[in-house]
């Protein structure tokens, strides 16, 4: 057998494991605390986020007071009772005061044994609330952990409080399922944007979930009269809206001109306003269009090969239609998808063995050939598309990170994104 | 809703049980689901008379599981099987588990308007997989099927025990049905409901008219409506849908408790017993008991409880372990037993009496009462999260929950894999992202230093970023229905990669160890087909040598050793020593001592060279040179000057060169004097606890770089900061010295609490630099200080006079001061 038979049967995916995504809901609650049920080997996983990629990580800390804790427990020796200790952690965890929600989870090993980790988070009745993510790493993958953490964390959420009529004042919206991976201010400028965008739209953002923010300030998405759905928590949105009552609208991400103005005015529409957007929100849309323009034809009828998460993929094909520049391929570090763009790219890989991705992707020639690689840190590390000009986005990136305001959401993100886009091109900063 | 579980052991006639009481529930009127948990799948056929495809492997959750709920002609009766993997592969437990999280997350129950669930669950419970049922919010009310033999009533007694584990979910045991071989076996069944504190719902005897009704895959109510087995069963039903929650929960009997009442003890007088109820025990009253006896927890190890017990002749390190586990020697209490630790060390058996009478004043606890005392309230550092967070092995240097060092102790040997070799790992997707460079804190990486240079900083990849150690990603569908052929094709491509001659390390991970996957089978039959053994390895044992591990690997590498080997043509041969070879190997060209070029081939290079030059110690490289006549040396590391010196005397002495100038370059000698004169006056920091003292003479620490000399040759001061109770002062500082020899140093300062090291660091003005593997320490740069590491010391004398250079513009940059101090 051959080093390419070999490599048949390991194919190295491109694809990221569910606690990850646990460990990305944690890291974007400033207060949020994580047992994980297993041996140390759990922990470098945080530094596939903290210092890596969010270099505003509070995950692990060199005074010791990690937000993730394992139990170091392995399958032998085995315990007579493991759930006893995995309990007795848990409670100390609960009641140290430095935490103001607990999540709960296992390695898969622990499912295979059938541990109750729902039982035993309900069993912790003091100190700060706890709750289980299920252990589904043999069958999930980290949106989908994500996803679930953040559902577990909206479980844990005070009652809410009874919503009042407030006759002649805006809407209160609350966005859930926002992927924020990271504290840089390429996410704290998205949010701004979203907040001033629905502003200018009549209506007010209370809450993003999850944002950074402590847990308790997440409560106050129980407030909203209308929650946002973003595709990365749509299980965590549908619980936040049963628990208050609210109105609930699935969206995908604001990303590009059109794309934002048509996802305001869906809001605005569910939120129970008529008529179309406000003037100063087209106004907006014109201007930040007036300063793109430019840069486009630098962009035109070029090609960007794609290599992220799918929902990022989701948003990022129309905007690059607006651009006027072809997404002729795309990897996908998840099986997860909703739907796929109008105009999928003629080739399009779900968790595929990075080597042959590149290899198909190093195929595609004539005018198909790509000029442009836009992903996450793995498509440049992975060489899947070699010397191309690279725009890191979404996650991990650790070769760019954000000191100064970068969104790609709204219409600023239109500008900032289609810049960074046009910049690459420009000065052919690959290959990495 | 009722939702009942029938549990028991394997041919007492539970399914028989089950699927006639689900026929009495639906001719009361209701419509009902009967659930078979079993991978035999049998629990539905007389409901359904044929057997009906199983759920189990299907993937899709809710929507699939519809599809595998048949209806029975039994009117108002449904079916589904759980199924399962084959007789002795997968794993049955965790298929169920799916199957009913499935039914859970799709609200079926609620959804298809079913008024009962009855579910037959696989004779005993083996694993938590097949407790799923009692899951939370999913079904409440156990029915445990015995006879009246002792091994029924043994597996009855055991499921009362699991039913108490499940209390906090609000399961309870309704009560035992049972199924008697003989009349008189039922009062044998009373006895024992009576000795657990529960109660018999009713009994049914052996009655020919059930075993025709198995005959035609009929009910037997529904067969025999007139039996006495029908009778029975009706009237059993009717208990089962009356019980509630018991007034005081049953209490499973103790294994001794158990042989008293099968010899004709009777057991003990039935007693309520507080069933676990949410939350754990109160924890007070046993850790005050333990800290009046002189114990306080050490750790956990093998799921024993290590504590140091205080004695009048010293403080000793014991085990207290439950008593089914404990090894010879140990001395029984209660349900624990009592020993010293090995590290004790045998004086310690001199004591062994006063140990006994310190136990004896905690007989009134039992084990878990003792465990309990673990969650004792005590802030972040409590105990059982710093014994449970507590890293053992390669990983020691951060405690979770306690405070990170700042100083790692590394590992005092290499254990690399032999070049050429196949690590392969059977394992899942969060197996293959346990490896990481980089980070926060760096604690994790294979280079635990910050390097100068964005460029050169580690960052991570997508693991296995190594072709060689490539990982076989099992998924839930394999472990539910066996993941032998998995296994299989990994080792042959691993066999197959690694060649004749090979080696081939397959490392098993901890889901399949849970799955008794028989990764032993597999290696000899890829043995017996590829001719290549297949070395098995556990899990995490990655970069640890055990030594029938050790053995294989310096046989594998003296082999290629041999059939490398040629006439050599350079001196030397720089063995491992990472990215920095070209200034040293310029250094020893500008010495008249030739080295080989990296090259591709590992084994070829070394035979190029007369002489090994190992840059750490390697046990099994230095085996495996030895076997194959090739000489090594393990010289002095070369950093500073003298270091340098030293490492180049070292090689030339054992090449026999005789007047060898080992002296640096004038030049050099004056530079690096210039730089000294600069570093009059500031001083470098060392923080570390009393009994790490030892890190600082080599072994493992700062990369096997000499620092602290490095940084006195370079004239900067030394200081240490050691966390010590001041009664141990004298001791640490002695320590200091001996681990120091021929560095001058003033008397460390001592502070007792980690949140005690700010003052004293800060006060020190003269410190500027402190060192820390953690990137960036914020203890720090809260004091004003900068933190270095060893990754910024280059080799040779040009990398000491850059080291020294780096060290003073760290020692001239205010950042941390300016900004950052608190």
């Known amino acids: ?432 | 809703m009722e939702s009942v579980v029938f549990f028991g052991k394997g041919g007492v006639g539970k399914s028989t049980i089950a699927s006639n009481v689900t026929v009495v529930l639906a001719r009361g009127g209701r419509k009902v689901l009967h659930v078979g948990c079993d991978p035999k799948m049998d629990s539905t056929l007389a409901l359904m008379g044929r057997h009906i495809p199983p759920y189990a492997g299907k993937a899709g959750g809710g929507d699939r599981l519809i599809e595998s709920v048949f209806g029975s002609p039994v009117p108002g009766v449904h079916c589904v099987e759980a199924g399962g993997p084959e007789p002795g592969v997968g794993c049955a437990g965790l298929g169920i588990g799916i199957m009913l999280d499935a039914m859970k997350d799709g609200g079926l129950l609620e959804r298809a308007g079913y008024g009962a669930a009855v579910f037959d669950v696989l004779g005993d419970v083996v694993c938590g997989g097949f407790a799923a049922p009692l899951r939370r919010g999913f079904a409440k009310k156990v029915v445990i099927v015995t006879s009246e033999t002792p091994l029924s009533l043994y597996a009855a007694n055991r499921l009362i025990a699991m039913t108490g584990n499940y209390a906090r979910n609000g399961v309870y045991l309704a009560g035992l049905a049972v199924n008697a071989l003989r009349p008189e076996g039922v009062k044998t069944a009373e006895a024992f409901a009576a000795a657990v504190n529960t109660r018999v719902l009713g009994a049914t005897l052996r009655d020919p008219a059930v075993a025709e009704a198995e005959r035609a895959r009929l009910p037997a109510v529904l067969s025999s409506p007139k039996s006495d087995f029908a009778r029975r069963l009706v009237k059993l039903c009717s208990a089962i849908q009356a019980a509630g929650v018991p007034s005081s929960p049953p209490r499973a009997l103790t294994e001794e408790e158990f042989r008293s009442f099968i010899g004709g003890g009777g057991g003990p007088a039935a007693r309520p017993f507080s069933a676990r109820r949410g939350g754990v025990p109160s924890a007070a009253a046993p850790g005050k008991l333990l800290a009046s006896a002189g114990f306080s927890l050490a750790g956990i190890e093998g799921g024993q409880l290590l504590f140091d017990w205080t004695s009048p002749r010293g403080v000793f390190r014991t085990v207290i372990a439950p008593a089914a586990a404990s090894k010879g020697g140990a001395r029984g209490f209660s349900d624990w037993t009592v020993c010293f630790h090995p590290s004790a060390g045998p004086a310690s058996e001199a004591f062994g009496g006063e140990l006994l009478a310190a136990a004896g004043r905690l007989v009134p606890l039992r084990f878990e009462e003792i465990s309990a005392a673990l969650a004792a309230p005590g802030g972040w550092s409590g105990p059982a999260l710093r014994q449970a967070g507590s890293p053992a092995g390669e990983r020691s240097h951060l405690g979770f929950g306690s405070w990170p060092r700042f100083i790692f102790a590394g590992s005092e040997v290499d254990a690399l894999a032999p070049p050429d070799s196949v690590m392969a790992m059977h394992g899942d997707d969060e197996c293959r992202f346990c490896i990481c460079e980089g980070g926060a804190l760096g604690a994790f990486s294979e280079n635990a230093c910050v390097r100068p240079g964005g460029a050169d900083m580690p960052g991570p990849v997508l693991p296995r970023s190594d072709e060689r150690e490539p990982s076989t990603g099992l998924r839930s569908i394999e472990a539910v229905m066996g993941d032998d052929e998995k296994m299989l094709a990994a080792m042959r491509a691993a066999a197959a990669q690694a060649g004749p001659g090979g080696l081939a390390e397959f490392y098993v991970g901890c889901s399949p160890l849970l799955l008794a996957s028989d990764a032993g089978a597999a290696a000899r039959r890829v043995g017996a087909e590829t001719g290549v053994e297949v070395s098995l390895e556990r899990y995490c044992s990655l970069g640890r040598h055990s030594p029938e591990k050790a053995e294989r690997r310096a046989a594998f590498m003296a082999g290629k050793f041999r059939r490398a080997a040629r006439s050599p043509s350079r001196d030397v041969n720089l063995v491992y020593y990472g990215e920095c070879p070209p200034g040293l190997r310029a250094l020893l060209d500008s010495r008249g001592i030739t080295a080989e070029e990296p090259g591709e081939d590992f084994y070829a290079g070394s035979a190029a060279a007369r002489l090994q030059v190992l840059s750490a110690p390697d046990p099994v490289l230095q085996s495996a040179l030895d076997r194959a006549g090739l000489r090594w040396l393990l010289p002095p590391a070369p950093y500073g000057l003298a270091g340098t010196a030293a490492w180049l005397e070292a090689i030339a002495g054992a090449l026999g060169r005789r007047g060898f100038d080992a002296a640096p370059p004038t030049g050099t000698l004056a530079a690096h004097a210039r730089l000294r004169r600069r570093a009059a006056g500031v001083s470098a920091a060392f923080v570390l606890p009393a009994g790490d003292a030892a890190l600082l003479a080599g072994g493992g620490a700062f990369r096997r770089v000499p620092v602290p000399a490095v940084l006195a040759e370079g004239g900067l001061g030394l200081r240490f900061f050691v966390l010590a109770r001041p009664a141990d002062g004298r001791k640490a500082a002695a320590a200091l010295k001996a681990a120091l020899p021929g560095l001058r140093f003033p008397a460390p300062v001592f502070f007792s609490s980690p949140q005690g090291l700010a003052r004293p660091l800060k006060a020190d003005r003269s410190v500027r630099l402190v060192y820390s593997d953690i990137r960036s320490d914020g203890r720090v740069t809260a004091a004003g200080k900068t933190p270095f590491s060893s990754g910024i010391f280059e080799p040779g004398f040009d990398g000491a006079v850059e080291t020294l250079r780096r060290l003073l513009e760290l020692c001239d940059w205010d950042f941390n001061e300016r900004y950052f101090a608190r």
Not at chain 1, 95 to 105: C, I, M, Q, R, Y
Not at chain 1, 311 to 336: I, Q
Not at chain 1, 376 to 404: D, I, K, Q, R
């Open chain 1, 1 to 432: 057998m051959n080093a390419t038979s070999r490599a048949d049967l390991f194919p190295k995916l491109f694809s990221l494991p569910y606690q990850l995504g646990v460990y990305l809901a944690v890291n974007a609650v400033s207060d949020a605390g994580l047992v994980v049920d297993g041996g140390d080997c759990v922990m470098p996983k945080a530094d596939f986020i903290a210092g890596n990629h969010d270099l505003r990580s509070t995950l692990l800390s060199p005074y010791g007071k990690h937000r993730i804790v394992c139990t170091m427990t392995a399958p032998l020796p085995q315990d007579s009772n493991h759930e006893r200790k995995l309990s007795s952690l848990l409670a100390e965890v609960a009641a140290d005061g430095g935490f103001s929600a607990v999540l709960v989870t296992g390695l898969p090993f622990f499912k295979l044994a059938g541990v109750d980790y729902e039982g035993v988070a309900a069993g912790i009745t003091k100190g700060s609330p706890v709750a289980d993510v299920p252990a589904l790493s043999l069958e999930a993958g980290w949106l989908e952990g994500y996803d679930l953490a953040l559902e577990a964390l909206v479980r844990l959420l005070p009652a809410p409080r009874r919503r009042g009529r407030r006759p002649g004042k805006r809407p209160r919206v609350a966005v859930a399922g926002y992927l924020f991976d990271r504290g840089e201010r390429d996410h704290t400028a998205n949010l701004a944007e979203l907040g001033r965008l629905l502003a200018l739209s009549g209506l007010e953002l209370v809450s993003v979930l999850p944002s950074g923010v402590p847990f308790r300030e997440l409560a106050r998405g129980l407030e909203a009269d209308l929650v946002v759905s973003l595709p990365y928590g749509r299980r965590a949105a549908a619980r936040l809206a049963a628990r208050s009552g609210a109105a609930l609208l699935e969206t995908g991400l604001p990303m590009g001109l059109k794309g934002t103005s048509a996802w305001l005015a869906a809001l605005r529409r569910a939120a129970g306003l008529r008529g179309g957007l406000p003037a100063a929100v087209a106004a907006e849309e014109s201007m930040a269009a007036g300063e793109m323009a430019p840069l486009l034809d630098v962009l035109a009828h070029r090609g960007a090969v794609f290599a992220g998460d799918p929902h990022l993929f989701g948003a990022f094909v129309p905007f690059a239609g607006e651009l006027r520049l072809r997404v002729p391929a795309a990897a996908l570090d998840s099986g997860v998808r909703e739907k796929l763009p109008v105009r999928p790219p003629q080739l399009l890989l779900l968790r595929p063995d990075m080597a042959a991705a590149a290899a198909a992707v190093a195929a595609l020639g004539g005018y198909d050939k790509p000029q442009l690689l836009v992903g996450n840190s793995f498509a440049a590390t992975e060489g899947l598309a070699p010397g191309l000009p690279f725009v890191e986005l979404g996650f991990p990136s650790y070769g760019h990170h954000c000191l100064n305001d970068e969104p790609f959401l709204g219409f600023s993100g239109a500008r900032t994104l289609a810049g960074r886009l046009a910049n690459a091109l420009r000065s052919g900063n690959g290959p990495r």
